[in-house]
């Protein structure tokens, strides 16, 4: 419920937290808040929802190594690449070298920014 009072000329109005049975106020997540996964008392916002995700295009015709910086700060994340022209699903093999970044090995190097890559965080 919301309460109204007044007092020495001052209105005051509160209202009691939201939950998952309570209408009620909520607090917005910070990205960092978002990104942990962990509050059940937060409301995540698109900002922070992007935040756990990361979207690239790769490929420059010669290296058939590749890593990407993904910033997400975890190896809990699912990889999935896709032809920019056919959309096609490319396979290869993944290697989440660091909580930051993942190494991405092909057996034909693709042309000039030809593979998307989706990176999303899972925990």
């Given at each position: 419920?919301?309460?109204?009072?007044?007092?020495?000329?001052i209105?005051?109005?509160?209202?009691?937290?939201?939950?998952?049975?309570?209408?009620?106020?909520?607090?917005l997540a910070?990205?960092a808040?978002?990104?942990?996964?962990?509050?059940?008392?937060?409301?995540?916002?698109?900002?922070?929802l992007a935040a756990?995700?990361?979207?690239?295009?790769?490929?420059?015709?010669?290296?058939t190594?590749?890593q990407?910086?993904h910033?997400?700060?975890?190896?809990?994340?699912?990889?999935?690449?896709?032809?920019?022209a056919t959309?096609?699903?490319?396979?290869?093999?993944v290697?989440?070298?660091?909580?930051?970044v993942?190494?991405l090995?092909?057996?034909?190097?693709?042309?000039?920014n030809a593979?998307?890559v989706?990176i999303?965080?899972?925990?």
């Open positions: 419920g919301i309460a109204v009072t007044n007092g020495d000329g209105l005051a109005i509160g209202a009691e937290s939201a939950s998952a049975t309570n209408a009620g106020i909520v607090e910070t990205t808040e978002a990104l942990a996964g962990v509050d059940t008392t937060r409301a995540v916002t698109p900002a922070g756990r995700s990361f979207v690239g295009t790769i490929g420059d015709g010669s290296a190594t590749i990407v910086s910033g997400l700060s975890t190896r809990n994340v699912i990889v999935q690449l896709y032809d920019a959309f096609d699903t490319v396979i290869t093999d290697v989440r070298t660091t909580s930051a993942v190494t090995t092909f057996a034909t190097a693709p042309t000039s593979i998307k989706l999303t965080r899972i925990d």
